[in-house]
């Protein structure tokens, strides 16, 4: 008996481990083959393309979902160029694998390129194009009990949070450089490591507290939902300062412009693919924030949808100088922001020196978009959706209305001085107007008072004369430099100097209260 129940085990047994074989088997086929096959596939096609993929890198900010498209990436593999995309959130590193051939192209803004290219010693890649231009993706926020407006942080006390060596941090200086003479050197920075980390230490900071915090978008967004927060600055009156570049290594364009050309103009019909669909760049925000891991509401994509502009084909025509002043609706040719750019990040102690002075043309390569204009390339054979948004020009105001704007800052505190009892520019003070000029189109949405100064002595009628004078003839040549003359004006001080600053126009930069 005990024989039998122990032969009946065995058979059970047997039956059981039989059933666990062959559900191992099913298992095998439909599930763990399956995913073998697949992984090894996914090997050989890494590997089979591992010496011909272009390698471009980016990080997530959105202006940068184009790039990162399904579209775009499908229609650059019908052209058998399979761009992979790495994500290199570090400037410095992004730029050192640009020069080692590790990346064959990469996204800078013109800023962290001048600061980078500071620091190597070298510019390893060539502008091939401008991919977009923050219209208020990159801010600075604060609790509006403590900063109510940017002249509350003119104190040496003041502090501003933020991700170091980042656009954020260009967008900081550039508030500093004409409006809030007491931050000097570094010691208003207080740097973080990320973006999350200036929003946690939004959260956890006092309310009365004397700090600014500048972020980019979506943590913008995010951070000024707090009902208690107040947008005190961003990309919005700063025009032409954080701006998206496309650039190609110099060894990588030399061995494949076709690539490189093929590269650009898939993109540009690619941008203009989604810009032309209703909601399309929306949608294509939604579904680019996801693959990083931020589900985006639509409201969310919209906002940020608003902030950037994405340079399209006759707008890169514009800033490569390929179209005339008439076509090209005020927009900054690429080396005169890059001139102006590196004149901010000097004067703020960013870098020492403008290591391309006089020689911006040379950081940037206009071939391919000189053959697609001569070409009449235009995405889609229409311009409907790819014209030139230029600058919006601001009103014209009344005397009582320019009586009406805030102060915000000087312009750096520069003067323009002239001969004793002259009011005709000298050599140098009209470079140094051009300078102004230059750092005014930086700002589009605010306006500009010249103040012409005299000395005390003699007579006080005939000094209000000259002193008007000097302010006229720094607002003409202003104008014959392309500002607008709703936005500057001429007057003479009310005060007569016994210092140098007698002999020279200072300025007031102004905006309408909100």
């Given at each position: 008996m005990d024989q039998e129940r122990k032969a009946g085990r065995w058979i059970i047994l047997g039956v059981i481990i039989l059933a666990l074989i062959a559900l191992g088997g099913l298992a095998y086929k439909h599930f763990i083959s399956p995913a073998v096959q697949k992984m090894q596939a996914k090997e050989k096609l890494a590997e089979r393309f591992k010496g011909d993929a272009l390698r471009f890198g980016t990080d997530w900010f959105a202006g940068y979902a184009v790039l990162r498209s399904p579209y775009y990436l499908d229609l650059l593999a019908q052209k058998t160029i399979h761009l992979v995309i790495e994500d290199e959130p570090d400037y410095k590193k992004r730029m050192e694998k640009l020069a080692s051939g590790e990346l064959h192209m990469a996204v800078f803004t013109i800023d962290t390129e001048l600061s980078v290219g500071s620091q190597l010693g070298n510019f390893p890649g060539t502008i091939v194009l401008v991919i977009d231009e923050s219209v208020g993706a990159d801010g600075i926020v604060a609790y509006k009990t403590a900063v109510p407006n940017v002249q509350a942080l003119n104190r040496p006390d003041a502090k501003i949070v933020l991700f170091k060596d980042t656009p954020n941090e260009t967008l900081a200086r550039h508030m500093i450089s004409g409006m809030l003479p007491a931050l000097t050197g570094d010691s208003w920075i207080v740097g973080m490591e990320n973006e999350e980390q200036v929003y946690k230490e939004f959260l956890r900071t006092p309310k009365t507290a004397l700090r600014a915090f500048a972020l980019w978008e979506p943590w913008l967004s995010k951070t000024l939902e707090n009902p208690d927060a107040i947008l005190i600055?961003?990309?919005?009156?700063?025009?032409?300062?954080?701006?998206?570049?496309?650039?190609?290594?110099?060894?990588?364009?030399?061995?494949?412009p076709v690539k490189v050309r093929q590269t650009?103009?898939?993109?540009?019909?690619?941008?203009?693919?989604?810009?032309?669909?209703?909601?399309?760049?929306?949608?294509?925000?939604?579904?680019?924030?996801?693959?990083s891991g931020d589900n985006l509401s639509e409201k969310q994509a919209r906002q940020i949808v608003a902030k950037i502009r994405w340079k399209n084909t006759m707008e890169n025509y514009a800033h490569f100088g390929l179209l005339n002043?008439?076509?090209?609706?005020?927009?900054?040719?690429?080396?005169?922001?890059?001139?102006?750019?590196?004149?901010?990040l000097v004067k703020t102690g960013k870098i020492s020196r403008h290591p391309m002075a006089g020689r911006e043309h040379e950081l940037?390569?206009?071939?391919?978009?000189?053959?697609?204009?001569?070409?009449?390339?235009?995405?889609?054979?229409?311009?409907?959706?790819?014209?030139?948004?230029?600058?919006?020009?601001?009103?014209?105001?009344t005397p009582e209305q320019w009586n009406t704007l805030l102060v915000v800052g000087n312009?750096?505190?520069?003067?323009?001085?002239?001969?004793?009892?002259?009011?005709?520019?000298?050599?140098?003070?009209?470079?140094?107007?051009?300078?102004?000029?230059?750092?005014?189109?930086?700002?589009?949405?605010?306006?500009?008072?010249?103040?012409?100064?005299?000395?005390?002595?003699g007579d006080p009628e005939a000094n209000r004369v000259l002193a008007k004078a000097r302010a006229d003839t720094v607002v003409e040549k202003m104008i014959q430099l392309g500002i607008i003359k709703n936005r500057v004006r001429g007057i003479a001080s009310t005060e007569n100097q016994n210092n140098p600053q007698g002999q020279s126009v200072t300025f007031k930069l102004l905006r309408q209260s909100y």
């Amino acid at each position: 008996m005990d024989q039998e129940r122990k032969a009946g085990r065995w058979i059970i047994l047997g039956v059981i481990i039989l059933a666990l074989i062959a559900l191992g088997g099913l298992a095998y086929k439909h599930f763990i083959s399956p995913a073998v096959q697949k992984m090894q596939a996914k090997e050989k096609l890494a590997e089979r393309f591992k010496g011909d993929a272009l390698r471009f890198g980016t990080d997530w900010f959105a202006g940068y979902a184009v790039l990162r498209s399904p579209y775009y990436l499908d229609l650059l593999a019908q052209k058998t160029i399979h761009l992979v995309i790495e994500d290199e959130p570090d400037y410095k590193k992004r730029m050192e694998k640009l020069a080692s051939g590790e990346l064959h192209m990469a996204v800078f803004t013109i800023d962290t390129e001048l600061s980078v290219g500071s620091q190597l010693g070298n510019f390893p890649g060539t502008i091939v194009l401008v991919i977009d231009e923050s219209v208020g993706a990159d801010g600075i926020v604060a609790y509006k009990t403590a900063v109510p407006n940017v002249q509350a942080l003119n104190r040496p006390d003041a502090k501003i949070v933020l991700f170091k060596d980042t656009p954020n941090e260009t967008l900081a200086r550039h508030m500093i450089s004409g409006m809030l003479p007491a931050l000097t050197g570094d010691s208003w920075i207080v740097g973080m490591e990320n973006e999350e980390q200036v929003y946690k230490e939004f959260l956890r900071t006092p309310k009365t507290a004397l700090r600014a915090f500048a972020l980019w978008e979506p943590w913008l967004s995010k951070t000024l939902e707090n009902p208690d927060a107040i947008l005190i600055y961003d990309t919005s009156q700063a025009t032409s300062t954080v701006v998206d570049v496309w650039i190609v290594s110099s060894a990588y364009y030399k061995a494949e412009p076709v690539k490189v050309r093929q590269t650009i103009e898939t993109y540009l019909q690619a941008l203009h693919h989604y810009e032309s669909q209703s909601g399309g760049m929306v949608q294509l925000v939604i579904d680019d924030g996801k693959q990083s891991g931020d589900n985006l509401s639509e409201k969310q994509a919209r906002q940020i949808v608003a902030k950037i502009r994405w340079k399209n084909t006759m707008e890169n025509y514009a800033h490569f100088g390929l179209l005339n002043l008439s076509e090209s609706g005020g927009l900054q040719r690429l080396d005169s922001m890059i001139a102006s750019i590196a004149r901010m990040l000097v004067k703020t102690g960013k870098i020492s020196r403008h290591p391309m002075a006089g020689r911006e043309h040379e950081l940037y390569d206009d071939q391919i978009l000189s053959a697609l204009k001569r070409e009449n390339f235009h995405p889609g054979d229409s311009v409907q959706h790819d014209g030139v948004r230029g600058v919006k020009e601001l009103q014209a105001l009344t005397p009582e209305q320019w009586n009406t704007l805030l102060v915000v800052g000087n312009l750096d505190a520069r003067s323009i001085d002239f001969l004793r009892s002259q009011s005709s520019l000298t050599v140098q003070g009209k470079r140094d107007v051009e300078e102004v000029a230059e750092q005014l189109k930086a700002w589009p949405s605010y306006y500009l008072t010249v103040v012409g100064n005299t000395r005390k002595e003699g007579d006080p009628e005939a000094n209000r004369v000259l002193a008007k004078a000097r302010a006229d003839t720094v607002v003409e040549k202003m104008i014959q430099l392309g500002i607008i003359k709703n936005r500057v004006r001429g007057i003479a001080s009310t005060e007569n100097q016994n210092n140098p600053q007698g002999q020279s126009v200072t300025f007031k930069l102004l905006r309408q209260s909100y």
